[in-house]
């Protein structure tokens, strides 16, 4: 059974068909509309199914209004709201979203305990580097601040002149 939407001249069938009765409603049947046209058409020209279904539509009926949502859902929408949030902010700041698998967290620690080791050790040799070059200035002011004794030293196989 289909449901048709009602026009003028589907209201105006109805009204000249005795045998029918119509509640004044959006809709109308469309086995009814058949067979007032079928009853009809030899003496009512303006009861032809054409001219009735002319400008009719399938109607549908609104359906039931939507309950309320509960405060399960509210508190639900509400979080997954603020995630969605999140991973939008992360994605216009290209942070890379958190995995929390076994792997990946093993991955950030060996990360951590690299760049820790990185800055222990340069430090230690920044330290010698320090060390060593202080001990180099040490050395030249050392030899600077010694005067220079100068001798002279004859060979042995050599004559005099």
């Not at 009814?32 to 001219?51: M, Q, V, W, Y």
């Not at 603020?82 to 958190?98: G, S």
């Not at 202080?134 to 030249?140: E, F, H, Q, S, V």
């Amino acid at each position: 059974m289909v449901q048709l939407s009602h026009t003028a001249a589907s209201r105006r069938a109805v009204r000249t068909c005795s045998s029918i009765t119509e509640e004044d409603s959006a809709s109308i049947d469309h086995t009814k509309i058949a067979r007032i046209a079928g009853e009809h058409r030899p003496c009512e020209p303006r009861c032809a199914l054409d001219l009735i279904l002319r400008g009719t539509d399938i109607y549908l009926p609104e359906g039931p209004p939507k309950p309320d949502p509960s405060a399960e859902y509210l508190v639900l929408m509400q979080k997954l709201r603020h995630e969605q949030a999140e991973k939008m902010y992360a994605t216009m700041l290209n942070i890379p979203e958190k995995d929390d698998s076994a792997h990946s967290i093993a991955k950030e620690i060996s990360d951590q305990i690299s760049v820790i080791l990185n800055v222990l050790f340069s430090a230690i040799f920044t330290g010698l580097a320090i060390c060593y070059l202080r001990k180099m200035d040490d050395a030249k002011t050392k030899a600077q601040l010694q005067p220079e004794v100068k001798s002279i030293t004859l060979l042995e196989n050599e004559p005099d002149t």
